[in-house]
């Protein structure tokens, strides 16, 4: 062994020293585990190299000259997969000779299947009758890849082991010639019927990709006649549909004709494919006569084209006595659907809650009819109460924007389901315009639950818009209090900088409500700046529920804090009262880890929240220790 | 309930197994889990690759109350002994075939369908055995590792009427399907930029060649890839050679491409442009040689452009449409979905499916075995997301920028760029 090792390494470095390029030499003798260095540089300058260069050439060459050698196998490996990129004819002779040899057969394969050279096909006729094995095979296949009509008669010729290979390769060369061949195999003893369709079928496929439509029908026909297996026949019904509709429209009639026929599933999923008038004289002439399951399957078909061709079919669907039927119409006319479709569609949702309202409703939401938001608004005209705010959700999940100037109008009605629908879509869909004509409206509004609503969404709309200048320029305007402090919560729901201005003042109102609604706005703010007002609440009020409110938004915020929390309780420390005040602040500090807690506990401690103190201490503790 | 061309409403189990033998004939009651559907109703699998994808995913089929698993194979004689228990555990018996050849699985008459998850070396030959067998099919991602063999993979599908589901599952998971709403309904204005983020890979160093382990067909594991020599490191990491692989940008990224095809309703065509860099494997230390990290951009003809970024962490991994008026973004390992506008959010569902669960996906596929109606990641609609990755690594490959043309599926003026698109299977293996 050692003296083998020996000589091989000799004999590699021979190879090797042959080479005046140190890179080429490297690959000759290569073998897994070592560098990857030399590979790397002749990959790199086939990265950089002009295609057709003198550079690439001189490559080429230096690849081939690989193969030609003592190579290792990963050696040779590597010239060919560096061949698939840039081998030509002038080294097509190189490769050849690797393709008698079972080992290297299919790297040799692996580089000629991407040359164009018509030179190839006769290189691999000349090694077929040579090659065994596994080489035998790989030539076998190339040529059924390369798809040349003149190999039709050696592989026509192969019989015993490879023959499945042969008739696999003739099925993808598909001529006329290959066809002829296959065909005559039939009449044999002991045939693979199964292999042999599945090559005729192939050939039809190719046929059909040729243009060759007569040839390719003939082929789908005798198949869907004779197959041996039913896979055959489905395959060739769903070949004939994409070469010749007309010819398979006659088939799928034909099979839809007679009940429990198979193929029926396949052949009313490819009907759905077709042009439009073969659809007509297939699915729809026999619609009625279908099972419902297969009716279903038919508007599902129907639901994958583009266009709204079939809107007919559909919208007499919905009137099924089945209701899996009328479900699937409801669902194929979000794709397919009209304007009518939209009105047959609101008119189903708003009925009773049922399956087919849910899924009318869905359906509305996904319509891509383009009209589609239009006819909803003509719909709301109609409509009052609970079903005109179902509709104003549809429009509100469509995000249909062409919408917000009708729903502000709807906004200042008298329909309170319509006004909070409206304010709530607007929350969602309206623009920096609305939020002022919005705001006009909640100063109009009597109604407190529509107030509320109204707040939100006005809120909810300055806040995404980034547009709180209306909100703020009516606070500066309003004299009612109860309307004042509706702006102030308002404000609550959009915080920025202006906001936050107005409502911090708005602790120093004059009047009790408009202090009320600027401490429990504060006391929800997220935002750090509204601690310090907090605080100057906590130490000047004499509103029992204010310094409870205002408590607890400090505690809150100072628990969010990102730094300094420990300062921040002890500016919170001093306002403890009671003994809820001191379990409320207690519960923060004890998830302090900061030595300087535990004396804010002995601050808070009192009777009432000893075992609370205590707890707070434990756990500080705790975290100190971690 | 429609039948399936002659087949769904006959139940076989006549079928004789092989190595791990069973009982030849299998009374449809023992393998039966629930009582809702008559096993003659049920859609029976098999399993072809049986490693850790599949013990994830064969669960979510099992769950299913119309399907009965039957059979499973792989070329390691360790997992296919695993998954078996695993099948028949979930059954409530050990009556699970395996087949250590997955050409004897797919000859047996009682298998309606197949779930492949293979090495992604395995994954559109096999498809394509399967469909020529006559089995409808779900494949795991990524779907092809050459795109002509995806495009030869659709030919096999229509060629035999097969009704394919991609493992794109996250097209049927809410997450996803809303961000793509948003976008298509305009709520982040134009549609500019959809970012994609997949992990940076480990390079795999140098190794020698060792012993092929006892109970491993190693030959069928290379399955179409070149031949090599059995190295432990390699194999295990053969998602980072292109030989076996296709690098992280193909492997996760087509997920990614997928949505993006999706949201753009692109999914019969793809990009018309490509370009890119990419960070390489030291070649003294390392044998892989797909990248380890990079950014490539693909830009639609309407002008939209995907950015994939490989880059961070397994779980940075995300998708991201920017719009001229906002973004929305899927963090995939929280399922966690952001928005600017916040408000965009409100729309959501409720449902908190995460990527993981391909529940959906599975159902889906149910369905269209029953209606012959198309999947929603059917052969073509997969092979174009994958496209779309395979032309990012030979744009990086290559160190160029690439024209494409999807009508033809072809490189503009770049010979070599097209030599790439195709890479000959070694035989006997035929896609």
Redesign the interface.
């Known amino acids: 062994m050692k003296y083998f090792t020996l000589s091989l390494l000799f004999a590699f470095s021979s190879i090797a020293s042959a080479w005046q390029d140190p890179d080429y030499a490297a690959i000759v003798s290569y073998k897994?585990?070592?560098?990857?260095?030399a590979?790397?540089v002749v990959e790199e300058n086939?990265?950089?190299g002009k295609?057709g260069s003198q550079e690439i050439k001189n490559m080429e060459e230096n690849l081939a000259n690989i193969l030609s050698g003592e190579s290792t196998?990963?050696g040779k490996?590597f010239a060919?997969?560096m061949l698939?990129?840039?081998g030509s004819e002038s080294s097509l002779e190189k490769i050849g000779k690797l393709l008698s040899d079972e080992?290297t057969?299919?790297?040799a394969?692996?580089a000629?299947?991407?040359q164009a050279s018509k030179k190839v096909v006769p290189l691999l006729l000349d090694a077929l009758p040579k090659a065994k094995g596994?080489?035998k095979?790989?030539i076998i296949?190339?040529l059924?890849?390369k798809r040349d009509a003149s190999a039709v008669g050696a592989l026509a010729g192969i019989s015993g082991a490879n023959w499945s290979?042969a008739v696999?390769a003739l099925g993808k060369i598909g001529t006329r010639d290959a066809v002829t061949a296959l065909a005559s195999m039939r009449k044999k003893d002991g045939i693979d019927l199964s292999t042999l369709d599945?090559a005729l079928?192939?050939a039809a496929?190719e046929m059909g990709k040729r243009g060759k439509q007569g040839e390719c029908v003939t082929l789908c026909r005798d198949l869907l006649a004779q197959a041996a297996?039913?896979?055959?026949?489905?395959?060739a019904?769903?070949?004939l549909a994409?070469a010749d509709p007309k010819a398979a429209a006659k088939e799928i009639n034909a099979i839809l004709a007679k009940p429990g026929t198979?193929?029926?599933?396949?052949a009313?999923?490819?009907a759905?494919t077709l042009p439009e008038p073969l659809v007509r004289s297939t699915l729809l002439a026999r619609m009625a006569s279908l099972p419902a399951?297969?009716q279903?399957?038919l508007l599902?078909?129907l639901e994958?084209r583009e266009g709204t061709a079939f809107v007919d079919a559909l919208h007499n669907a919905l009137n099924h006595k089945d209701q899996n039927v009328r479900l699937a119409a409801i669902g194929g006319l979000a794709k397919e659907g009209n304007a009518d479709s939209v009105n047959r569609l609101v008119a189903l949702m708003l009925k009773a809650a049922t399956k087919e309202s849910a899924a009318a409703r869905q359906s509305l939401v996904s319509s891509v009819h383009e009209d589609a938001n239009k006819a909803l608004l003509d719909c709301l005209d109609k409509t009052s109460g609970t079903d005109r705010s179902r509709l104003i959700g549809v429009l509100t999940?469509?995000?249909a924007k062409g919408s917000v100037s009708k729903l502000v109008k709807l906004c200042s009605g008298q329909d309170q389901e319509t006004m909070t629908a409206s304010f709530r879509a607007l929350g969602?869909m309206g623009n920096c315009q609305a939020v002022g004509l919005m705001v006009r409206a909640l100063s109009q509004l009597e109604s407190s639950e529509v107030r509320n609503e109204a707040e939100r969404a006005i809120g909810?709309a300055a806040k995404?818009t980034k547009h709180t200048l209306p909100i703020t320029s009516a606070w500066k305007r309003a004299t009612v209090p109860e309307k004042r402090a509706s702006l102030l919560r308002t404000m609550g729901y959009a915080p920025d900088e202006n906001t936050f201005g107005e409502v911090a003042g708005a602790l120093a109102d004059t009047d009790h409500a408009v202090r009320d609604a600027a401490v429990r706005t504060l006391a929800g703010w997220p935002g750090p700046e509204a601690l310090p007002p907090l605080l100057s609440v906590l130490g000047s009020t004499n509103n029992d529920t204010h310094r409870v409110l205002a408590l607890r938004g400090a505690v809150r915020l100072a628990e969010s804090a990102k730094r300094e929390k420990t300062n921040l309780f002890k500016k919170i420390v001093p306002h403890v009262k009671s003994d809820a005040d001191a379990r409320l602040v207690l519960g923060a500090v004890g998830k302090l880890a900061d030595p300087e807690a535990l004396k804010l506990v002995e601050e808070v401690r009192r009777d009432g929240v000893k075992a609370e103190a205590d707890r707070a201490v434990a756990e500080i503790k705790k975290i100190l220790k971690k | 309930?429609?039948?399936?061309?002659?087949?769904i409403s006959r139940r076989r189990f006549l079928a004789a197994s092989t190595a791990f033998s069973v009982p030849l004939i299998v009374p449809a009651s023992v393998l039966g889990r629930g009582n809702s559907v008559a096993p003659s109703e049920r859609i029976t699998f098999g399993s072809i690759g049986v490693g850790n994808r599949a013990k994830r995913v064969i669960p979510h089929f099992i769950q299913q109350e119309d399907v009965q698993y039957v059979a499973v194979s792989d070329c390691r004689a360790d997992r296919l002994k695993a998954a078996r228990r695993l099948v028949g555990g979930q059954h409530g018996s050990e009556a699970c075939r395996a087949y250590p050849d997955f050409r004897e699985l797919l000859a047996q008459d009682d298998i309606d369908a197949v779930f492949i998850a293979t090495g992604d070396r395995w994954h559109s030959l096999a498809t394509s055995y399967a469909a020529?067998?006559?089995k409808d099919v779900y494949c795991e991602k990524p779907i092809s590792l050459s795109l002509l063999e995806g495009r030869k993979m659709v030919?096999t599908c229509?060629?035999?009427?097969t009704i394919y589901q991609a493992g794109h599952q996250r097209r049927s998971v809410d997450s996803y399907r809303f961000a793509s709403e948003v976008v298509q309904?305009?709520?982040i204005g134009n549609l500019q930029t959809v970012e994609m983020q997949v992990w940076r890979a480990n390079p795999i160093a140098?190794?020698?060649?060792e012993p092929v382990p006892e109970g491993w067909d190693y030959d069928t594991w290379l399955g179409p890839t070149?031949?090599?020599?059995f190295?432990p490191a390699h194999v295990n990491g053969w998602n980072y050679f292109w030989d076996t692989g296709a690098g992280m940008i193909a492997a996760m990224g087509c997920h990614y491409t997928d949505l993006m095809q999706m949201t753009l309703q692109t999914d019969d065509t793809g990009p018309v442009e490509f370009e890119g860099q990419a960070k390489?494997p030291d070649?003294?230390?390392?044998?892989s040689?797909t990248p380890i990290s990079g950014e490539v951009r693909c830009k639609y003809a309407n002008g939209v452009t995907g950015v994939m970024v490989q880059r961070r962490q397994f779980n940075d991994r995300y998708i991201r449409y920017i719009g001229d008026e906002g973004w929305i973004q899927v963090d995939d390992a929280t399922n966690r979905v952001t928005a600017e506008?916040?408000?965009i959010l409100?729309?959501r569902g409720v449902s908190s499916k995460s990527w993981s669960q391909t529940g959906g996906h599975i159902r889906n596929l149910l369905d269209s075995i029953?209606?012959?109606?198309?999947t929603v990641c059917a052969p073509e609609t997969a092979h174009r997301a994958m496209s779309i990755c395979q032309l990012m690594n030979i744009c990086l490959?290559?160190?160029?920028k690439i024209t494409w043309n999807p009508a033809t599926e072809q490189v503009v003026g770049?010979?070599?760029a097209n030599?790439?698109l195709?890479?000959?299977?070694?035989?006997?293996w035929?896609v």
């Open positions: 897994r585990g070592d560098s990857r260095a590979m790397r086939i990265r950089v295609a196998y990963d490996l060919c997969k698939w990129i840039i080992k057969a299919d790297i394969c692996f000629l299947a991407t596994r080489a095979i790989a296949i190339l059924g890849e290979f696999s599945a079928l192939q496929q297996v039913q896979h055959i026949k489905r395959g019904l769903s070949v994409t198979p193929l029926r599933s396949t009313i999923s490819l759905g399951t297969e279903v399957d599902i078909a994958a999940d469509r995000r969602v909810a995404r | 309930m429609s039948k399936k061309s002659g087949s020529r067998a006559g030919e229509q060629r035999y009427g309904k305009g709520m140098h190794a020698r060649e070149p031949w090599k020599p190295v390489w070649p003294v230390k390392f044998y040689d506008p916040e408000s409100s729309l029953r209606s012959r109606k198309p490959r290559l160190g160029r770049d010979d070599e030599r790439m195709w890479r000959a299977p070694r035989s006997p035929i």
